[in-house]
């Protein structure tokens, strides 16, 4: 925690939940570690991993001990944003695939959506009527219908 903005902002995409604030990425933090982590032998393993002055993007295999005490293995993605005064965490997004996704929901648990500063994803989003591809396809003097354009 002490690597956290005073007000950071996470999203559990694979649960569609926003996790505002300092407590709620606490308890966010804590069921992750403590309710499953190591009792399910939670060991991780990157596969990318991209760096830029504020952002770091990892994508990694995540092994845990299943109900069945199997080992099984998903697949992960977070984006790690940095607040560059400061020099600590602004935010985090969570991806994963439906075994991690299901196994990361089971151990946070479904009633973290009922704790203050936690959200649904989707409340704060905007709609997208326009595909960005067109745009950039168009900056590029070309149209999306083009055959020769190989998107």
Not at 71 to 98: Q, W
Not at 119 to 136: C, G, K, P, Y
Request: charged residues 25%.
């Amino acid at each position: 925690m002490a690597t956290l903005v005073p007000n950071p902002h996470f999203e559990l995409c694979f649960m569609g939940l926003a996790v505002d604030g300092w407590d709620a990425v606490r308890e966010m933090y804590s069921r992750m570690l403590f309710r499953g982590g190591e009792e399910r032998n939670l060991q991780a393993d990157a596969r990318i991993v991209m760096v830029d002055n504020n952002h770091i993007v990892r994508e990694a295999l995540i092994s845990f001990d299943n109900d069945e005490g199997q080992r099984a293995t998903g697949l992960y993605n977070v984006v790690v944003e940095f607040d560059p005064e400061l020099k600590k965490i602004k935010g985090e997004r969570m991806y994963g695939d439906l075994t991690y996704g299901q196994f990361m929901t089971k151990i946070i648990g479904e009633d973290l959506a009922q704790m203050p500063g936690v959200t649904e994803i989707s409340a704060s989003l905007s709609v997208v009527n326009v595909h960005d591809a067109f745009a950039a396809a168009a900056a590029r003097g070309l149209t999306i219908n083009n055959p020769r354009v190989k998107m």
